[in-house]
């Protein structure tokens, strides 16, 4: 099993640009599909997206299509998300997240939280 620690997230203006990393540690990090959510003050948690284990190909929803993108570096076993043309609707707690296949549960990061405001 892994354990996931996120970093990079912080203040910025709209239109501004941002990496996040998720960081694994533990065995086995490259057989693992990975997810970004976040959540917004108030509101629910809400997927952002996620890529396979592979890194051979990523899904986003629609909202951040276009200005996000997923990379991972399982020699690093990093997943990052990087974040274009940030809009204040992109404010909120930012997760990754390894999903267990067997099960369908996922390994939770603590979060990092990301403010886009002028």
């Known amino acids: 099993q892994v354990q996931l620690v996120e970093s990079g997230g912080r203040s910025v203006q709209p239109g501004d640009s941002l990496r996040l990393s998720c960081v694994a540690s533990?065995?086995?990090?490259?057989?693992?599909?990975v997810f970004w959510f976040r959540q917004a003050p108030g509101k629910e948690r809400e997927s952002v997206g996620g890529?396979?284990?592979?890194?051979?190909?990523?899904a986003y929803a629609d909202s951040v299509k276009g200005r996000f993108t997923i990379t991972r570096d399982n020699a690093r076993k990093t997943v990052y998300l990087y974040m274009n043309n940030l809009k204040p609707d992109d404010t909120g707690d930012y997760y990754c997240?390894?999903?267990?296949?067997?099960?369908?549960?996922?390994?939770w990061g603590q979060g990092t939280q990301v403010t886009v405001s002028s």
């Open positions: 533990g065995r086995n990090f490259g057989v693992y599909n």
């Open positions: 997240a390894a999903r267990i296949a067997k099960s369908g549960s996922y390994i």
């Open positions: 890529i396979l284990s592979t890194g051979t190909y990523a």
